[in-house]
């Protein structure tokens, strides 16, 4: 791997081959409403905080309390944009943190704890996760690089600091789910089939390097073999699109991810690069897989 590529190589395969043209899926604003299998009252208990993803920057609030968490994003610029929270390590400061990512990804990736975050969505796009997030300072990122220059997002100025204080009064519970994730080093545990329309998905890494859960949806009648070519030789349209997902979550952590699935055939896959694997992307080791979603 080459110098200043952090969080860039997670994203750069895919976001290079879409650039801005791809589609994203618009989770709807589940925030006081009802879920299968869960009550309105647990729902709504679970705080929203709303992050506006601009060109190229965010308007978010500078701090939020600790726990369980609903992300809603809306991308209100003119590229995808995603948001992944990363927990600053204890003693840790923003520059530091930002002399680290000049220097290259493994220094950087020492100073922080993935927290997860809502996966890319073009222009016009929304889509949430809820996320369990400890008391501590933060940065909140995209790492998306810009179609026309190949530079990311976040060298142009999407980086910005938060903190996350000690909640003051209960915490919310959390989240029930209609079905679980699994990521390991170096496999994705999930169905085969998903339901359509909107389910809650407990995503839990077992890893112990970070990983994601992001979410292609392929083209009618492609296949993930078409996928692989593709990625491997990209020529012409890619034969998906991007639809989000759950961002970085570090080993042993759990996050949901709210999904309004409609039907056809999907790829979930990790492009978290391996600091054991000379920075492999994880869906080269193993963490890709095709599942499908039926008519109701």
């Not at 220094?107 to 796009?125: D, H, R, S, T």
């Not at 080993?251 to 055939?265: A, I, R």
Request: proline share 10%; aromatic share 8%.
């Amino acid at each position: 791997m080459k110098p200043n590529r952090l969080f860039t190589s997670m994203f750069l395969l895919v976001f290079v081959a879409l650039g801005a043209c791809s589609p994203a899926a618009s989770l709807p604003d589940t925030s006081g409403t009802s879920i299968p299998g869960k009550s309105t009252q647990e729902v709504s208990s679970i705080p929203t905080v709303e992050i506006d993803a601009l060109d190229f920057s965010y308007t978010a609030p500078e701090t939020l309390n600790a726990g369980w968490v609903r992300v809603a994003l809306i991308n209100s610029g003119a590229e995808d944009h995603l948001v992944q929270f990363l927990r600053l390590n204890e003693g840790v400061t923003m520059d530091q943190f930002l002399e680290a990512f000049q220097q290259g990804e493994g220094p950087a990736l020492a100073l922080v704890n993935f927290e997860g975050g809502v996966g890319a969505l073009a222009p016009g796009g929304s889509g949430q996760v809820i996320i369990n997030l400890p008391a501590g300072n933060y940065v909140i990122l995209c790492p998306i690089p810009s179609p026309d220059d190949q530079i990311p997002h976040v060298a142009k100025g999407m980086i910005m600091p938060l903190t996350v204080q000690p909640a003051s009064g209960p915490l919310a519970s959390e989240p029930a789910a209609d079905l679980t994730v699994t990521l390991r080093d170096f496999e994705i545990d999930m169905p085969e089939t998903m339901p359509a329309g909107l389910v809650t998905i407990q995503v839990t890494n077992e890893g112990p390097e970070p990983h994601e859960f992001n979410i292609l949806q392929l083209e009618e009648g492609k296949t993930i073999d078409d996928f692989q070519q593709f990625m491997n030789a990209p020529d012409g349209p890619p034969p998906f699109s991007s639809v989000g997902g759950m961002n970085g979550l570090a080993g042993g952590s759990t996050g949901y991810l709210e999904y309004d699935f409609q039907p056809g055939t999907y790829v979930a896959i990790c492009f978290i690069p391996s600091p054991n694997n000379e920075g492999s992307p994880h869906f080269t080791l193993g963490m890709i897989e095709q599942f499908t979603v039926a008519s109701p």
